[in-house]
């Protein structure tokens, strides 16, 4: 069993960035693919980048350019660098770890874009 716990959320505005942070416990770091998703109210949740042991890194088309995802596999964590937010990046962000049938979430970090 993987815990995965989110922080770096908070308030920033339109323009500015934010680094999330999720760190893994409970498994092998390593062997999971990481990504991470988001969800704003009245949407699903939607990849927003991913990046698996083989170091192949797949971005959502809107947040290509602005959005940097990175792990550190001897600290067992993951990051989210988010540069240019915008208001519509406004989120709950959720870390997902997924090895073959396994697969497990955060709880989420709120993000909010605005002035």
């Known amino acids: 069993q993987v815990q995965l716990v989110e922080s770096g959320g908070g308030l920033v505005q339109p323009g500015g960035s934010l680094v999330l942070s999720c760190g893994a416990s409970?498994?092998?770091?390593?062997?999971?693919?990481m990504s991470w998703y988001r969800q704003a109210p009245g949407n699903s949740r939607e990849l927003v980048a991913k990046l698996t042991t083989e170091s192949t890194i797949t971005y959502a088309d809107s947040v290509k350019g602005r959005f940097t995802i990175s792990r550190d596999n001897a600290k067992n964590k993951l990051y989210l660098q988010m540069n240019s937010l915008k208001p519509e990046d406004t989120a709950v962000y959720y870390c997902?770890?997924?090895?073959?049938?396994?697969?497990?979430w955060g709880q989420g970090t709120q993000v909010t874009v605005s002035s």
């Open positions: 997902n770890a997924k090895w073959l049938a396994y697969e497990y």
């Open positions: 409970g498994g092998t770091f390593s062997i999971y693919s």
